[in-house]
Structures are given as C-alpha cells and as structure tokens.
C-alpha cells in the first residue's frame, strides 16, 4: 500500500495492529481446531528430520527479515527511548507464535504432515520454496548480515582489539553465512526439483 495515500502515517500502526490481530486469529483458529474439533492433539512422529533444517532455518529467518525497517520505526517514534522495549516485545511475540504454530501443527499432526507438493499441489509448493530462498538469501543478508558488518564498520576504532565483543558479531556473521549459502542451495535444489 503506498504510503503516499495517508496524510498521516500513524495510520500505518493500526494496520500493523490488524497483521498482529490476524496472526492471534489464525493461531487461536489451530488451537480451536485441535481442541474442539476431531483432530486433537495426540499424533506421534520423528521429532527432528536433520534433511529439512537447512529449509526450516530460511522459512524462520523470513519470518524475522523485516530489519530494514527498524531505522525507520526509529525515527518515527515519539518515544525513542522505548525503541528497545518494543523490539523485543515483537520478537518475542513473534517467536512464541511462531513456536506455538509449530507445535500445535505437530501435536496435531505429527509425520502424517505430506509435503506441499504432494498435499496442496503444484503453486503452493513452488510459494514455499521461493519464500525459503527469500529467507535464505535476502532474509539473512539483510537481518544478520548487513547489521553485523555495519556494526563492524561503524564501532570499527573499539574492536580492533580481539574481544568477546569482536568474537561474537563474527561467529554471527560466520553462522549467517553458512545458513544463507546452505538455504539457498537447498531452496534452489528444491525449486529445481519442481520443474
């Protein structure tokens, strides 16, 4: 939606207020189905399928690629200091709906989960894999990459010196590294093996 076609940009909140709504809709629809409805809660499976992290790290790191937004949201605030509060109060309400979807689909469903391909046919599978290599690429370039080296550059004089500090931003940008060539190799692999 451009933001042209508001006079005045506080309108922008409340349609971020609508997506957070929707997404507790969505969760408690899950909740509500498994519960009350004849599927439950009591399917078994193989909790960890080591095949499908590389997949699951891009998926997750999509969820999580809004970053480049954040300067913005800075500077539009009317408070900056609860800049910090803020952040982390939508990361951990995105982690816990995120997990709470994850566990409730497996509670639910458990190894009897078919592939998007097999389940939901040929356009939703190719949507899933596009979004894993959007995580894979884009999302980890810009959510943990860019900042990392940015903050390499900006703070360069103090850590200069070998320090926890300097050890922890690069095993960060060493891990997103990795992460990101292997999502997108197997997001590739996957998008290949469509066609």
């Not at 929707?22 to 899950?30: D, N, Q």
């Not at 190719?126 to 979004?131: A, E, I, K």
């Amino acid at each position: 939606m451009p933001t042209v076609w508001f006079n005045d940009l506080s309108v922008l909140s409340c349609i971020s207020a609508t997506r957070v709504l929707t997404s507790a809709i969505i969760l408690g629809s899950t909740l509500w189905i498994g519960a009350i409805g004849r599927i439950g809660f009591n399917e078994k499976g193989t909790t960890l399928h080591l095949k499908g992290i590389p997949t699951a790290t891009s998926l997750y790191a999509f969820c999580y690629s809004a970053h480049p937004v954040f300067p913005t949201l800075y500077t539009s605030m009317a408070n900056k200091l609860q800049f910090t509060k803020v952040m982390m109060l939508c990361f951990l309400f995105c982690t816990l709906a995120n997990m709470s979807m994850a566990v409730t689909g497996y509670l639910m469903f458990g190894s009897k989960v078919e592939s998007q391909h097999d389940c939901c046919g040929y356009d939703s599978s190719l949507f899933g894999s596009l979004m894993s290599l959007v995580g894979a690429f884009l999302g980890f370039t810009t959510s943990v990459l860019l900042p990392c080296i940015c903050y390499l550059k900006i703070t360069g004089s103090s850590c200069k010196r070998v320090g926890l500090e300097l050890v922890v931003v690069g095993v960060v940008i060493l891990m997103g590294i990795f992460t990101a060539i292997v999502g997108t190799w197997t997001s590739l692999k996957e998008i290949i093996g469509i066609f």
